[in-house]
């Protein structure tokens, strides 16, 4: 199995904090900037629902989408 990963891409979230709401095992954490960030990756079941509800399409669970996004 490979490595968990997951990556929210700041310039597209608006803030909505569904993330944060949503997540089963609480991943995630409002940060001092007022973004959602990953407190945790290890409490992360993989379970895809930040991926599904994101209405921003800002969180990225492949490192590949990352570097293919950053090279733009």
Avoid: Q
């Amino acid at each position: 199995m490979s490595e968990k990963y997951l990556y929210i891409k700041k310039n597209w979230c608006k803030r909505c904090y569904i993330c944060v709401e949503f997540c089963p095992k609480k991943v995630y954490v409002i940060g001092s900037d007022g973004y959602p960030e990953i407190e945790d990756i290890n409490k992360c079941v993989e379970c895809r629902l930040c991926l599904a509800l994101c209405p921003d399409y800002a969180i990225i669970s492949d490192p590949e989408i990352k570097k293919e996004l950053e090279a733009r």
